[in-house]
């Protein structure tokens, strides 16, 4: 079996990534590519070391005939698919946004975080939240998913198996989490610039980021009453994202450890590692694997989890992939080894 696909926003970082994995998919037929700066071009053009989708020619998808497609994925800036496009598509057509247009369950959190208007709310329940190893079985069965937030897959896939084991008793997280500058995307901004960057790391969204949201949401389906501070940083590097999550220690480290290490013991993507072993962005770059280890701090008081994924593969267009390869019922790995 083989389907027929078109990326919207194929010209950014996750576009770029997303299309990478497709073109070497045995089952996939990359059939139409849409973007604006780089409209009239074909993707060989922008995109060199492609291999089978390189004579796809990047047009405007209201020119688009999209009777034979069967997944749309959408890599648009936040508010762009939500807006404009998704009502103009075939409601029979799978989706995959990338964006964080279907993500929030509330209105209210959506137009405050992401400061802009949701325009197609009504679609909201149709969409199933795509965090892979955590809710594989709703993805499976779902014509629509909200690929998870690059921030929210580095720390939901480690406290998740936590907060579901009541025994553990955690009530409060702070997460310190630190990404490379392409999860920012390629709009120019002052911050963003490698004179501004480079050698300089700093804090931001200390008050209000996007992610917030999208992280308490999912931690308050299992337990509402857990309080969350959470802290973004740029380091400047390209791509990878590192959270160092804490909590008060209640129970012994290996009890913590062993409940991660069941919940994900089949899991090809998560890899706990060994002993005093500490995650790092290197050994996660361009994979779509987590890597994470929980320590007691020196104290004896607190658990330290370190998480690291690529924000660009694992905290996008590869977690896409093993979306898609859930909905399509292919070898859930294909494409991403």
Do not use: W
Request: hydrophobic share 35%; proline share 4%.
């Amino acid at each position: 079996m083989s389907i027929n696909v078109c990326i919207f926003g194929v010209s950014g970082y996750t576009g770029s990534k997303l299309l990478y994995y497709l073109d070497k998919h045995p089952n996939v037929n990359v059939a139409g590519a849409f973007g604006d700066s780089s409209a009239g071009k074909t993707l060989g053009e922008v995109f060199p070391n492609l291999q089978n989708c390189s004579d796809i020619k990047i047009t405007d998808f209201k020119k688009f005939n999209f009777n034979k497609i069967d997944l749309i994925f959408s890599c648009l800036p936040h508010g762009k698919f939500q807006e404009s496009v998704i009502k103009m598509l075939n409601p029979k057509i799978a989706i995959i946004d990338l964006s964080g247009d279907f993500r929030l369950d509330s209105k209210k959190d959506y137009e405050n975080f992401y400061n802009c208007i949701h325009k197609s709310m009504k679609l909201q329940n149709k969409f199933a939240y795509g965090l892979t190893e955590v809710n594989r079985e709703n993805i499976k069965k779902s014509k629509f998913i909200a690929n998870p937030g690059c921030y929210p897959t580095s720390i939901l896939i480690p406290i998740i198996p936590l907060l579901k084991e009541k025994s553990l008793k955690i009530d409060d997280f702070i997460i310190d989490s630190k990404s490379g500058v392409s999860g920012a995307g390629k709009k120019a901004i002052t911050q963003n610039l490698f004179s501004e960057l480079s050698g300089n790391f700093f804090a931001y969204g200390i008050n209000k980021h996007k992610h917030y949201p999208e992280i308490k949401q999912e931690i308050d389906t299992i337990n509402n009453k857990v309080s969350l501070t959470f802290t973004p940083h740029l380091l400047p590097v390209i791509s990878g994202i590192q959270s160092t999550i804490y909590f008060e220690k209640k129970k012994k480290l290996s009890e913590y450890k062993n409940v991660l290490k069941e919940f994900y013991q089949n899991e090809y993507f998560i890899k706990i590692l060994k002993d005093s072993d500490i995650p790092t962005l290197n050994n996660v770059k361009n994979s779509n694997y987590l890597h994470m280890n929980i320590f007691s701090d020196q104290s004896k008081k607190r658990i330290i989890i370190v998480s690291c994924i690529d924000n660009l593969v694992k905290g996008a267009a590869g977690q896409a992939i093993q979306n898609m390869n859930l909905m399509f019922d292919f070898n859930e790995q294909e494409s991403l080894t």
